[in-house]
C-alpha cells in the first residue's frame, strides 16, 4: 500500500506548473461519443480518473491512442453499445456523464450508480429530471441506471431545484442533439461547464449561456470531430497556493486562469498573504504570521467545495479562531477533520460548521487520505508539522493530482512516495 512520507518544515519556493482540469477532463472524454469523427484531446491530465475513462472508452469500442502523456486522440465511430460495465466505471463518479453522452447518440443508456470519494450525499435526481423533461424513462435494477428514450429527445425547458455541476453537463450532452431548444436555468457556473460548453461548440454544437445560469442549447444533427485544449485546472493550482501560504512560502503558479482563483485568493489575501497576478500566473507569497477567517463554500463563483478541505489545513495554523461551512454536500465533507487531531490541530464539527482555533504548530503522525481533497490536506499539514508525517490511501489523491511528489520536490519539499510490502496493495483503476 503506497504512502507518502513527509518531513515538514520546509519552505516551499519556485515555480509550479498546473496540469489540465480534471473536472473538465471528465466530462469531455465522454462527450467525444457525440462525435462522428476522431478527436484531439490536449492538455489532459496524467491521473488515475482520467486512465479510468479512456479504459472505459477502449472497451466500449473506441479507438484510443496516447500521443503523449497529455494528448489523446480517440476514434469515438467504433462503439457499438449502449451500456457502461459496471465493474470498472462504479469506482469513479465522473462514469455518471456517459448517460448523457450515450443518450445523444443512441437515446438510452446503462452506467452503474457513481463511485468516486467516499464522502456526502451524491443524489442524481437532477440528472434524471432533465433526462425526463427531454423525453427519457428511467429504472434502476442492480445499481445500473437505464435512461431510455422512446422517440428522438427533444428539447425543453429544465429548472434545477438546486445548483449542480454534475446535472448541469449531464443535461448539455444528452441534449446538445436533442430537436429544438432545451433551456437549463438555475444552471452551475463553473469554468469546467463553460469547457466542455466550449468543446462542444468547437465540434459544431450550438450552446449559449455556459457560465452564467441559464443555458440555452440548440439542437444538432451531427458533431464533427476536432482538436481541444483542456482548461488549467483550478483546484490543482489552488492547493499549491495554500501549500506556499502554509509554509511561508514564495511559489509562483504557472499555467493558470487568474479569474477562475479569484475566491481562493481573496481568502488568501485576507489571511494575510500576498498574491500577485499574472497573464496566467498568481506568485503567492507569505512572510507574516496568518489570521484567521471565515470560509463558506458556495456554488462558483463563491469558494470552491473542492478547496474546503485545504484551507481548513491552512486555518489551523493561522492566529485565532476560524469559521468553515460546508453549503454544498448535502452530507459530511467533515470526516478528514479527524486526521488533522491526531496532527494537533484543535478543530469541532458541529453539522455543516467547522470551528478552526489556530495551533503554533502541527506534529507529525500517521495519516490516511479518506478521499482526493482530504487527501491534498492532509499533504499540506505534513509540509507544515514538526516531524514525519506518513499519508496512507495515497491512491485518492492520484485521482486527481499529476505528479505532486514530483511537483512538491521542485518546490523544495522533503516528500517522497514509499510502498509497503508489508500489506497486499489493493486493486486501484481510479
Known amino acids: ?40 484531446l490536449e492538455n489532459l491530465p496524467d491521473i488515475s480518473d482520467v486512465k479510468t475513462l479512456l479504459y472505459i472508452m477502449d472497451s466500449m469500442g473506441a479507438r484510443v491512442d496516447y500521443l503523449d502523456r497529455h494528448t489523446v486522440e480517440i476514434d469515438p465511430r467504433p462503439v457499438s453499445t449502449d451500456t457502461v460495465d459496471a465493474d470498472v466505471a462504479r469506482r469513479i463518479r465522473a462514469s455518471y ?7 445523444g447518440r443512441y437515446h438510452k443508456a446503462a452506467v452503474p450508480l457513481p463511485g468516486g470519494c467516499n464522502f456526502g450525499v451524491r443524489p442524481i435526481d437532477q440528472h434524471l429530471k432533465g433526462f425526463a423533461a427531454l423525453g427519457c424513462d428511467y429504472s434502476l435494477d442492480n445499481g445500473m441506471i437505464a435512461v431510455t428514450a422512446q422517440e428522438e429527445l427533444h428539447g425543453a425547458n429544465i429548472y434545477l431545484d438546486v445548483v449542480t455541476v454534475g446535472a448541469t453537463m449531464n443535461i448539455i450532452l444528452a441534449a446538445v442533439k436533442a430537436r429544438g431548444l432545451t433551456v437549463i436555468e438555475n444552471a452551475a ?42 482548461i488549467p485546472d483550478q483546484i490543482e493550482a489552488g492547493t499549491y497556493m495554500v501549500a506556499a501560504a502554509a509554509t511561508g512560502g514564495d511559489v509562483t503558479v504557472r499555467n493558470v486562469t487568474p479569474k477562475h482563483l479569484e475566491s481562493i485568493s481573496a481568502k488568501l489575501e485576507e489571511m494575510g498573504v500576498t498574491v500577485e497576478e499574472g497573464d496566467d500566473t498568481v506568485r503567492v507569497v507569505c512572510d507574516k504570521p496568518l489570521r484567521k477567517c471565515n470560509v463558506k463554500t458556495q456554488p462558483h463563483p463563491g469558494f470552491p467545495t473542492d478547496m474546503q478541505p485545504q484551507i481548513t ?50 506534529k507529525g503522525a500517521p495519516v490516511r487520505a479518506l478521499d482526493l481533497r482530504a487527501g491534498a490536506a492532509m499533504v499540506i499539514a505534513g509540509l507544515v508539522a514538526e516531524g514525519t508525517t506518513q499519508v496512507e490511501d495515497v491512491k485518492y489523491i492520484e485521482r486527481g493530482y499529476e505528479n505532486i511528489v514530483e511537483k512538491l520536490v521542485q518546490l523544495g519539499a522533503d516528500i517522497y512516495r514509499r510502498q509497503d510490502l508489508s500489506e497486499e496493495a489493493p486493486e486501484n483503476v481510479g
Open 97 to 103: 456523464y456517459f448517460l448523457g453522452a450515450l443518450l
Open 313 to 362: 489545513a491552512l486555518l489551523a495554523i493561522a492566529r485565532g479562531t476560524s469559521m468553515v461551512n460546508e453549503s454544498v454536500w448535502e452530507g459530511n465533507r467533515f470526516k478528514y477533520v479527524g486526521e488533522l487531531r491526531r496532527m494537533g490541530a484543535q478543530i469541532t464539527v458541529d453539522g455543516k460548521v467547522a470551528i478552526v482555533e489556530g495551533v503554533d504548530h502541527l
Open 1 to 40: 500500500m503506497d504512502k507518502y512520507v513527509i518531513k515538514g518544515g520546509n519552505r516551499l519556493t519556485g515555480e509550479v506548473n498546473i496540469s489540465g482540469a480534471k473536472n473538465a477532463a471528465v466530462a469531455i472524454i465522454p462527450a467525444v461519443i457525440l462525435a462522428d469523427a476522431p478527436c484531439r
Open 189 to 230: 457556473r463553473e469554468p469546467h461547464i463553460v469547457d466542455l460548453a466550449n468543446f462542444l461548440n468547437t465540434m459544431g454544437a450550438d450552446i449559449r449561456g455556459a457560465g452564467t445560469d441559464t443555458i440555452k442549447i440548440h439542437g444538432v444533427q451531427k458533431l464533427r470531430g476536432c482538436t481541444y485544449s483542456i
